[in-house]
Nanobody, 116 residues
Framework: QVQLVESGGGLVQPGGSLRLSCAAS????????MGWFRQAPGKQRDLVAI???????RYGDSVKGRFTISRDNTKNMVYLQMNSLKPEDTAVYYC??????????WGQGTQVTVSS
């Protein structure tokens, strides 16, 4: 069974940075679509960034120019570098994997709180 485990969330001041990590088990991140979504209280889960195995990476409009998704195939990890954080970035962030030959998987989520 595919397992995704996020880490790196926490409390940060506005303007600060955080890097989220997602460790994948039993499946390779190098050839599959990987992504990050987030969900704030009372709101729907929204796209943050999605990166296909090959092709163009896509970002949500609200994070373009501030967030960067990347992967390390040797470590089987996916990252989300978040810069210039704003209070409206506060949410639970979820790692997402969508293989070409099976169902999508989600991590358990990691809380990011942007507040002074």
């Amino acid at each position: 069974q595919v397992q995704l485990v996020e880490s790196g969330g926490g409390l940060v001041q506005p303007g600060g940075s955080l890097r989220l990590s997602c460790a994948a088990s039993r499946i390779s991140v190098s050839t599959n679509t990987m992504g990050w979504f987030r969900q704030a209280p009372g709101k729907q889960r929204d796209l943050v960034a999605i990166m296909p195995g090959s092709g163009t990476t896509r970002y949500g409009d609200s994070v373009k120019g501030r967030f960067t998704i990347s992967r390390d195939n040797t470590k089987n990890m996916v990252y989300l570098q978040m810069n210039s954080l704003k209070p409206e970035d506060t949410a639970v962030y979820y790692c997402y994997l969508n293989p070409s030959d099976g169902p999508a998987s989600w991590g358990q989520g990691t809380q990011v709180t942007v507040s002074s």
